[in-house]
């Protein structure tokens, strides 16, 4: 059981799927409703490994026997779990658990921020593709290490509640640096600006210089230091600002709109170019904003389908758990992967690998085409 920061309230272990028996199960339930209770559960993470059906099947009974209670559960790849729970930074993070027990509460924090837990463990250890260990070992580690360098500095990260494993891979931070951030943060409390990271040992002018746009510190003393605007670029923000007849307080006001009517000319009044004018104006609109919140949310179920249940033509919301050569499969909530061919991909444009269209986590909307109950088969179709 996690709160909502992530920090780990209590752990059981439960016998709820085969080889058990009645006796085991129903013990397992009875935990499992008590602990709903008493800390007011409101959704259940479910591994989509071993006996991920069996233990989905048990969690949907659970929820319909809580009377009065909303509960819903979600289907999490855990792919890479077992890694992080017997390596070093598991160890110092939880040194009281067992590696289970590890690896329940990494699950559990990867529905409530998967970027913070994934940069955790080495990225091939979350299985990136067919053909992975063909590869040069080294130029794959540095692809893939590039890859999560884009994605932490394209999220950015809250000063104040970041782990040092996810400011390693901010631009101009290491290790080190990382580590003796949240060691300052720890003796002096929280951030309250930006510029107060020039006191971290051995984080100098360049290395903030790197790093500052890419750190967030929400309610601090300047709301400049809640958007992805760089420290050398306030001075002409605030130009920016002030030509719309508003200040620093206005930012995040959505009654104050930044209405600019010629951007070349706007850019070479406040001393910058067209692109990084567009740029300022998109982070002022939304301070503190997360692109994952432009994403689709994640599938969030109550009951368990039967393959008996699905109709041909029935609108379906998945999520694509594998992508093959010549298609993708779909969990859409029954015991079976349903498969997109690639033709039923989309009728848009020639595929030629279904990669080009879907990818593994991407939730998609499938219309059923037809089921085998003989053959356990589920056709689907992402053209509706």
Same mark, same amino acid.
Request: charged share 30%.
């Given at each position: ?52 059906? *069996?233990? *989905? ?27 992080y729970s017997a390596s ?52 794959l580690g540095e692809r ?161 389908l039967d393959m008996k ?76």
């Amino acid at each position: 059981v996690v709160d909502a920061t992530g920090k780990v309230l209590d752990t059981a272990v439960v016998y709820p799927t085969a080889p058990t028996n009645e006796v085991k199960i129903k013990a397992a339930k009875e935990k499992v409703k008590q602990l709903i209770r008493k800390y007011n559960i409101s959704l259940i993470s479910i591994g989509n490994g071993t006996a991920s059906r *069996e233990s *989905e099947q048990i969690v949907a009974e659970i929820i319909s026997e809580l009377e009065g209670k909303k509960v819903s559960y979600v289907i999490t790849n855990e792919a890479g779990a077992s890694v992080y729970s017997a390596s070093k930074l598991a160890t110092e993070e939880f040194p009281e658990f067992d590696v289970g027990q590890r690896s329940a509460a990494s699950i559990a924090r990867r529905v409530q921020d998967p970027l913070a837990e994934l940069v955790k463990i080495d990225p091939k250890a979350i299985g990136v593709g067919q053909y992975q260990h063909d590869m040069n070992q080294k130029k794959l580690g540095e692809r893939l290490g590039a890859v999560v360098e884009d994605c932490v500095n394209n999220v950015g990260v809250d000063l104040n509640t970041a782990s040092a494993p996810l400011m390693e891979y901010i631009s101009g931070i290491n290790k080190t640096i990382a580590k003796n951030i949240v060691a300052f943060r720890e003796k002096n409390g929280a951030f309250k600006n930006r510029k107060e990271l020039l006191k971290v040992p051995k984080l100098g002018p360049k290395a903030y210089e790197q790093c500052a746009g890419f750190m967030r510190i929400a309610n601090g003393t300047d709301p400049f230091d809640n958007t992805g605007v760089h420290p050398e670029s306030y001075e002409a923000a605030e130009k920016l600002l002030a030509k719309c007849s508003m200040s620093r307080e206005d930012i995040g006001n959505k009654d104050k709109v930044i209405f600019i009517k010629d951007y070349k000319k706007t850019a070479e009044e406040i001393g910058v170019g067209e692109p990084t004018l567009r740029d300022i104006i998109k982070e002022l609109e939304r301070p503190g904003r997360d692109p994952r919140a432009d994403m689709p949310p994640v599938v969030l179920r109550s009951d368990v389908l039967d393959m008996k249940d699905l109709k041909e033509g029935m609108i379906l919301k998945g999520t694509v758990r594998n992508v093959i050569d010549f298609g993708a499969f779909v969990d859409i909530g029954v015991h079976q992967d349903g498969l997109v061919h690639i033709s039923q991909l989309t009728n848009k444009k020639f595929v030629k690998h279904p990669l080009d269209v879907v990818k593994v986590g991407d939730i998609v909307e499938v219309k059923v085409l037809s089921v085998d109950m003989q053959k356990k088969r589920i056709a689907l179709s992402m053209i509706l």
